[in-house]
């Protein structure tokens, strides 16, 4: 038992004790959780402050046999890939809870303990180095937000949570296919092991053999991403979901897909990931151009801001395909980023909702004037994600878009394209919702934030500067983990002439 | 051949549970005159108290593993763990059975008579080495589900039941017949080690005719399992009969056929898998799209979960084709596995059926969430398990299954197998929408609260998914040392 399995263990005991608190004692539920919820992220830090830096293996190491035959372990471990996604998903359940206390009057009890389920399952999903055990993370996520959508979202909740289920499951048989597969040949679900088999070829896999695996996993990770044109469950998702739930979703849900596509899918398929890496960067670029261009017509604030997640994911992905070290390091730098960016959105977008109830941009105008805290750090949180300098997303786009011109230049011209748009939809929304006359409603109904509130978006404000302005914090371990990633994929030799310490260029700055 | 017809003293051990389920039986149907009126719950105790004897003889006779009766019984591994899961499918069917009785007034000792001469005949088939045996078997268990089929006999649609079923039932067992009278004009024997032996080198004449009786046999199991296309007769008599007949028919005469379909098949008719193979990989694949696909568009809980029993056949198919040691062990543990959430979600619909079974519709489980947070927790566990999400026991059943068949390189069906559970996904999780993303309607009737009986099946039930789901290993390590009988 070290640090990493209490991190895990904790919020899935949480949410086995908030079930048994009785139903009526709200205040002690949002209490509890929150407590645990919080316990969990400073325990989370202690990952952090224990990661050693220059050891490129897992750490934080527990092994065991949690299932004889066939056997499955219970194996789970960090690197700078898991490291901070970790920490992510533990900084930000405790939000997740505080935006919802007073939004959510009903069910107190479920609502409050599927998140702890939530966190259980991602934290647990990003740990995992057994196969199966990833499987089952990944699946253990599925349920509390199925529920979190389908019971406490909006008008169209059910068609959403459906949606969302199906499509989830539908990538997810595939990718079980796939594990099936690899431990038929390897007979291990280990992934470790399975890797060095493949590595030293000690399973062979033939041509099409490799390809059909690589597209059965990367298809489950490419909806949950998700890639254009696996998107459509994406907005509708966010739409319906409670601001907890498309906080969660957004920040880190989607992330599971990306580093599915990190963590697996470069180092066991490496051939198969170069070959078809072509048109995966095309649909990348397609996604980020498309979703930019949907999220300017949106009239819909949480539309306009889960389109934009699908044109920020579509970098990542690019970046991940460039199978260059500055490309990999954005792509995982950027997941961070758009957890801190995007998330921060659909926060302030969720407190606008709970004063006015209307997320139309158009029921908005003028907020400025009556909450001008809120408009100023709505546009902070607007800035970092058009990726201003200084702020977070400035880093991780660069880092992606040099990385994909040292692969392909063309790709960097159309990629740069998002990021001009993502300037011209984010602005209008700021300027339609902020500025311009106050209407009566807005006068009347929306107050500035209140101190629960700041206690939410402070922390999320100081981690976009900290994350633009000192990425030393975050990105030497990252980047050990990605050069070894890229290692394994065999794809980096040329590239490994011309910056010889990795992510050289990154520590200069 | 000396007949001896004096049973050794170990004999009657191997015989023991089906001796003493049987005297139970008999039993309850002397006591009827002289408690129906006053305790008829005495019954049910009754025939708990059998079962669970019989647990416990099945056990012992486990200890003493060998032949019994002049090699008609053979005391195995495979043959004790169907024995137990019979009998306990049995244990909770009469627990979830005391509310629906009591509510249709219709409380006799010889429901619960029937019931344990059904799990006679269960016991019987699973531990059969001899085809007449399997008949034997298969009969008194049929026979004893048509009559429960029909059981309240002032209902029409429990008379429509029981005559579908009976009729469709006898036509099926005649072809089983069929098969059985082949392979004696074959082999000369009834005995499956023997059959085996014959056949281990057919001459050329007789393979044609092997092949025929094994088709014709296939046509006999495949019914009593519901499997495509032989399965159209099971919507109309689970929606028929009574809930708690519903939920038992799913689980236990198909445990007990998918038993004996292993043991004719991998031992008797090994030598010719070749042929039956793309059979059963037909049907596999026709069951599961065809349960699943019609589960789809249903509006009564009970008849989506018949076609949800057609689809489930169609999983254990797949592990039967893949014809290995490892499926059946994945075979034996699924069809625990999908045991405990059928009766569990049965037992869910009888609790919310009401008298008459009038509200059996998805829309009455509305707002279940709310009136009963409870049943409808406990529902959840049942459906995850159906649809197959990790830590229940239908995943690791799945999983083993689909495992199985990759090991014998039947990629395409897994692949359309695991699809096809992802469609699957869609009706249970419109029950799941139904319970807790709908309030409870209008005409939503008030919901008494949960009895003793039902209760306790259900937490059994629930308590079995979950411990399936998270520590397969111990039930999976049995079945598969008892999967090597295939010698």
């Excluded at chain 2, 029909?150 to 005649?174: C, H, I, M, Q, V």
Aim: with cysteine; hydrophobic share 55%.
């Amino acid at each position: 038992m070290n640090l990493l399995d209490l991190v895990i263990a904790i919020p899935g005991i949480g949410f086995l004790l908030a079930l048994l608190i009785p139903r009526k004692q709200d205040q002690t539920i949002r209490l509890f959780t929150l407590g645990v919820s919080l316990v969990t992220f400073v325990l989370s830090l202690g990952l952090a402050t224990g990661y050693q830096s220059g050891q490129t293996g897992q750490q934080f190491v527990t092994n065991f046999v949690w299932i004889a035959n066939p056997e499955i372990h219970w194996h789970v471990g960090i690197d700078g890939l898991s490291l901070w996604l970790i920490v992510l998903s533990t900084f930000l359940t405790p939000i997740a809870i505080l935006i919802s206390w007073r939004y959510v009057h009903d069910r107190v009890k479920e609502f409050f303990a599927f998140l702890l389920l939530l966190e259980f399952g991602l934290v647990g999903v990003f740990s995992a180095w057994d196969l199966f055990l990833f499987y089952v993370f990944w699946e253990v996520v599925l349920v509390p937000m199925y529920f979190l959508i389908g019971i406490w979202g909006h008008d169209r909740r059910i068609y959403a949570a459906v949606k969302f289920f199906l499509y989830t499951m539908a990538g997810s048989v595939l990718m079980l296919t796939g594990i099936i597969f690899l431990y038929g040949r390897a007979g291990t679900f280990d992934y470790a092991v399975i890797l060095d088999a493949l590595a030293t070829g000690r399973i062979a896999l033939s041509h099409s053999e490799e390809t059909l695996l690589f597209l059965a996993f990367f298809i489950a990770f490419a909806i949950k991403v998700p890639l254009f044109p696996l998107h459509t469950w994406l907005p509708d998702a966010h739409v319906e979901a409670p601001s907890a739930g498309s906080l969660m979703l957004a920040s880190v849900m989607l992330k599971m897909g990306t580093y599915g596509l990190v963590r697996f899918c470069l180092p066991m398929f490496p051939t198969a990931a170069r070959e078809n890496a072509p048109w995966i960067v095309i649909l990348a670029i397609i996604g980020i151009v498309y979703g930019a261009l949907v999220a300017m017509v949106q009239p819909n604030m949480k539309k306009l801001v889960a389109y934009s997640s699908v044109s920020h994911l579509g970098f990542v992905v690019l970046g991940i395909f460039s199978f260059t070290q500055l490309g990999l390091d954005g792509a995982v730098y950027q997941m961070l980023n758009h957890g801190i960016s995007t998330g921060a959105l659909f926060v302030i977008v969720g407190f606008l909702y709970e004063r006015r109830h209307s997320l139309a941009i158009s029921d908005y105008g003028g907020v400025a004037t009556v909450a001008p805290w809120l408009a100023t750090v709505f546009l902070i949180t607007t800035l970092a994600s058009i990726g201003l300098p200084t702020l977070n997303n400035f880093i991780g786009e660069f880092l992606i878009l040099q990385g994909a011109a040292t692969a392909h230049f063309t790709w960097a011209i159309f990629a740069a394209l998002g990021v001009i748009l993502s300037a011209c939809y984010m602005l209008w929304m700021y300027q339609r919702v902020f500025f311009g006359e106050v209407s009566e409603e807005v006068r009347h109904h929306v107050p500035d934030f209140n101190a629960r509130e700041w206690a939410c978006v402070i922390p999320l404000v100081i981690m976009m500067v900290w994350m633009g302005m000192y990425t030393q914090t975050f990105l030497p371990p990252v980047s050990e983990t990605t050069t070894k990633i890229l290692d394994q994929s065999k794809m980096n030799a040329p590239l490994r002439v011309a910056l010889p310490h990795s992510g050289g260029s990154v520590h200069a700055r | 051949m000396p007949v001896n017809f004096t049973p050794s003293s170990d004999d009657i051990l191997r015989f023991a549970p089906e001796l003493i389920m049987t005297i139970a039986g008999t039993l309850l149907m002397v006591l009827d005159p002289f408690f129906a009126k006053k305790s008829p719950r005495l019954f049910g105790h009754l025939s708990i108290a059998a079962f669970i004897a019989a647990i416990f003889a099945a056990a012992v006779a486990n200890s003493v593993p060998g032949s019994a009766y002049s090699n008609l019984l053979v005391i195995d591994g495979f043959g004790t763990f169907f024995r137990i899961l019979v009998i306990s499918i049995g244990i909770l069917t009469v627990l979830s059975s005391y509310r629906y009785l009591d509510r249709e007034k219709a409380e006799t000792s010889e429901y619960h008579a029937l019931l344990l001469f059904s799990v006679v005949g269960q016991c019987i088939m699973v531990t059969a080495n001899d085809l007449i045996m399997i008949f034997i078997g298969l009969e008194i268990s049929s026979i004893a589900t048509y009559v429960l089929a029909g059981y309240l006999r002032n209902d029409k649609r429990n008379n429509e039941a029981a005559l579908k079923y009976f009729l469709l039932g006898s036509f099926a067992t005649g072809f089983l017949l069929y098969g059985i009278a082949i392979i004696y004009g074959i082999s000369a024997t009834t005995k499956l080690d023997e059959i085996r032996a014959v056949l281990n080198n057919p001459g050329s004449d007789a393979f044609a005719m092997v092949s025929v009786a094994a088709a014709l046999m296939f046509v006999g199991l495949a019914f009593k399992v519901s499997a495509a296309p032989f399965q159209v007769w099971a919507p109309d008599v689970y929606q028929g009969a009574p809930a708690p007949v519903s939920a038992f028919m799913a689980t236990g005469p198909k445990a007990a056929a998918f038993a004996i379909f292993l043991r004719i098949f991998l031992t008797a008719f090994q030598q010719i898998a070749g042929g039956w193979e793309p059979l059963i990989w037909i049907s596999a694949l026709l069951s599961m799209t065809i349960g699943n696909f019609a589960a789809l568009t249903q509006t009564n809980v009970k008849r989506m979960l018949a076609y949800s029993s057609i689809a489930h056949a169609g999983y254990i198919l797949v592990a039967l084709a893949a014809r290995s040691e490892i499926g059946t062990a994945a075979t034996m543990f699924y069809l625990a596995a999908y045991a405990l959430m059928n009766i569990g979600a049965f037992a869910v619909v009888i609790h919310i059926s009401g008298k008459g079974e009038r509200t059996v519709k998805i829309e009455d489980l509305a707002g279940l969430a709310r009136r009963q947070p409870l049943t409808a927790a406990l529902m959840t566990v049942f459906l995850l398990s159906f649809i197959g999400v990790p830590l229940t026991g239908g995943f690791f059943g799945k999983f083993y299954i689909f495992r199985a068949a990759l090991e014998s390189h039947l990629v395409w069906l897994t692949v359309l197998g695991l699809l096809n559970s992802a469609v699957a996904a869609y009706y249970y999780l419109r029950l799941l929408v139904v319970m807790y993303m709908q309030e409870p309607g209008e005409a939503t009737t008030e919901l008494e609260p949960l009895t003793f009986g039902l209760r306790a099946a259900l937490t059994i039930s629930a308590a079995g998914t979950i411990f399936l789901g998270v520590i397969p290993g111990a039930i999976l390590a049995f079945a598969q040392r008892s999967a090597d009988f295939v010698r």
